[in-house]
């Protein structure tokens, strides 16, 4: 789920992916896969056992598939011929087996999870939360893959990207910088690890998974906005640009992407403890396991996401009004990167300068 951060978080992308005309065009694009998801659901539901878990996030996975790849289709606006020749096989399989397999199996997990988690169990009831979980990760993926798609699309227009969200950068900056991420990431694995050990205070099952949650979210949220200061200022001390930032502003980044994607990253470690596993809840050591994993990926995610800001800074990139409305990004550029904020009032755009 990196790319739907990077898509949100960095000003470049989410200037492109929030413009009006975009955001009416992927409502559409969103709406339609919803309808055809649900149809497929009906006919395969005679067709195959979506009570069992493996089949449903298989078909899931494949549905969400061709959703990616068609999704990204009305993204780019152009034919097919044009998209092979140009995005080459590389690009496309990453985006039909990541963003469309992969994302579409972890989201129907994540379903899975929420609803077991209010007592609404798949294993004994499938058949409404099985429709939930192929049709809530087919509308996702159509989202993400359509605003993959319109970025490609401008880049190949020649807008620059210094980021593009397929996970490139990520994997250079792991290469480079391997010394300065272990100790965030060692501090993610230890904090997330103890934090789940809470759980073990509750007997009941969904109780216990409850303060599990609570525990991995609320400190995988601490962990990740701390990381993202330090990957924003590697050269400087990360404690600075969390004291000249507003509590509102801190509290609004430490939800989101924060806590929200800790909390997302666990439901889906806890889908798989429950459905595929088959656990009647979430053992201590599976928990454990679970948060440590999360909140270090948090961690490493985060770090590179305050990375790619400050090459944004760099390279001078601006922004319009509607870029505001994301909460991790507005009080970042004004208050704890030395940048003055602009707004100007006849295009409605942004634009940083150094004070």
């Given amino acids: 789920m990196l790319h739907r951060m990077a898509l949100r978080v960095l000003p470049s992308l989410s200037l492109a992916v929030t413009e009006d005309s975009v955001r009416k065009k992927k409502r559409i694009v969103?709406?339609?896969?919803?309808?055809?998801?649900?149809?497929?659901y009906r006919v395969l539901k005679l067709l195959l056992p979506l009570s069992e878990p493996i089949v449903l996030l298989m078909v899931s996975g494949l549905v969400s598939l061709v959703t990616a790849l068609l999704a990204y289709r009305v993204g780019?606006?152009?034919?097919?011929?044009?998209?092979?020749?140009?995005?080459?096989?590389?690009?496309?399989?990453?985006?039909g087996g990541?963003?469309?397999?992969?994302?579409?199996?972890?989201?129907?997990?994540?379903?899975?999870?929420l609803l077991w988690l209010v007592g609404y169990d798949y294993l004994k009831?499938?058949?409404?939360?099985?429709?939930?979980?192929?049709?809530?990760?087919?509308?996702?993926v159509a989202r993400d893959a359509f605003e993959i798609g319109h970025v490609r699309k401008i880049a190949l227009m020649g807008r620059p990207f210094?980021?593009?969200p397929d996970g490139a950068a990520l994997r250079t900056m792991v290469g480079n910088l391997a010394m300065g991420l272990a100790p965030w990431v060692?501090?993610?694995?230890?904090v997330g690890t103890l934090g789940a050990l809470l759980g073990h205070l509750v007997e009941a099952n969904q109780g216990a998974a409850v303060i599990q949650l609570l525990a991995v979210a609320v400190l995988g949220g601490a962990v990740a906005l701390c990381a993202y200061f330090g990957g924003l200022r590697p050269q400087?001390?990360?404690?600075?640009g969390l004291l000249r930032t507003k509590a509102s502003e801190l509290l609004k980044y430490w939800w989101w992407p924060g806590l929200s994607f800790?909390?997302?990253?666990?439901?889906?470690?806890?889908?798989?403890?429950?459905?595929?596993?088959?656990?009647?809840?979430?053992?201590?050591?599976?928990?454990?396991?679970?948060g440590g994993v999360v909140t270090g990926m948090m961690a490493l995610y985060c770090y590179y996401l305050g990375s790619r800001r400050q090459v944004e800074e760099q390279q001078g990139q601006t922004m319009s009004s509607a870029l505001l409305r994301c909460p991790f990004v507005m009080g970042i550029l004004g208050k704890t990167t030395g940048t003055k904020i602009s707004v100007s009032a006849g295009s409605g755009s942004v634009s940083g300068s150094k004070v």
């Fill in 30 to 40: 969103m709406f339609v896969p919803g309808l055809v998801a649900f149809a497929v």
């Fill in 76 to 95: 780019r606006a152009t034919p097919w011929s044009r998209i092979v020749r140009e995005d080459k096989n590389r690009m496309l399989f990453w985006l």
């Fill in 98 to 113: 990541w963003i469309g397999f992969v994302y579409g199996v972890q989201l129907s997990l994540l379903v899975l999870a």
């Fill in 125 to 140: 009831h499938p058949d409404g939360p099985a429709m939930m979980a192929i049709i809530i990760s087919c509308t996702s």
């Fill in 162 to 164: 210094p980021t593009f």
């Fill in 186 to 190: 060692a501090t993610g694995l230890v």
């Fill in 236 to 240: 400087a001390s990360w404690i600075r």
């Fill in 262 to 290: 800790a909390a997302t990253y666990y439901l889906v470690w806890v889908g798989c403890v429950i459905f595929l596993l088959r656990q009647p809840g979430i053992p201590t050591s599976y928990a454990m396991a679970g």
